[in-house]
């Protein structure tokens, strides 16, 4: 991961990325991790995302790990909340009632560090990975979570037309990288409404990882 080209991203503003919305996928499948009220998910690289609001608004307790500083200062100004901030090692942990957010390199945490985990939402962190990384990222995951359930996202397109990120995954890619920890189900796919960034054909494909 480059880790100075997602700063730059966030310092100058560039973040296309950013959804204006809860996620549709998110929406329509969250159910299917069978959480209850106060159940914790983690989100990887999770930004500022609006999906982070509609997990709090549910009920559930959120936890986060983001690179940039700036995507979770505006995250908790966003969500109205004045966080606790301390030195967790090598990382910032921001905290608030039913929110932690790691910030530095998702590497760095380890599972005492993050607490218990009860599912796992990853629609940023898998796709935004370079194909050398994903492979043991999803092994970190998995770890870090202790296996908790997980809903995946990943996008699917022509990789000549674009390099990412966010990459294009292959099914194959997600059996992979996944199939040794957990039973796989692809929930759904569909294409992406208007093409990929507005310029060429591509689908989204939502995973649940038992």
Avoid at 20 to 36: E, I, Q
Avoid at 97 to 110: E, K, N, Y
Avoid at 125 to 142: C, D, I, K, N, Q
Avoid at 174 to 181: T, W
Wanted: hydrophobic content about 45%; glycine content about 10%.
């Amino acid at each position: 991961m480059d880790r100075d080209f997602w700063h730059r991203k966030w310092a100058s503003n560039e973040i296309g990325f950013h959804e204006g919305a809860a996620n549709p996928l998110m929406l329509a499948h969250a159910g299917r991790l069978g959480l209850s009220a106060g159940s914790r998910v983690f989100v990887p690289l999770c930004g500022k995302s609006l999906d982070l609001h509609w997990l709090l608004s549910e009920g559930y307790r959120v936890a986060g790990a983001e690179l940039s500083r700036i995507a979770v200062d505006q995250l908790f100004a966003d969500l109205g909340l004045t966080p606790g901030v301390r030195q967790a090692g090598e990382l910032l942990h921001y905290r608030a009632p039913d929110i932690d957010i790691f910030v530095g390199d998702i590497f760095c945490l380890d599972s005492e560090l993050l607490g218990r985990v009860d599912a796992v939402y990853d629609r940023a962190a898998f796709v935004a990975l370079p194909e050398s990384m994903r492979t043991s990222y999803a092994a970190h995951v998995t770890h870090l979570a202790g296996r908790a359930p997980q809903l995946l996202i990943c996008y699917q397109y022509d990789q000549a037309l674009m390099n990412g990120p966010p990459f294009s995954i292959a099914d194959e890619e997600v059996r992979q990288c996944y199939g040794q920890a957990y039973a796989l189900t692809l929930l759904a796919r569909s294409e992406v409404a208007g093409g990929f960034k507005g310029r060429f054909p591509a689908v989204e494909a939502v995973w649940l990882l038992q």
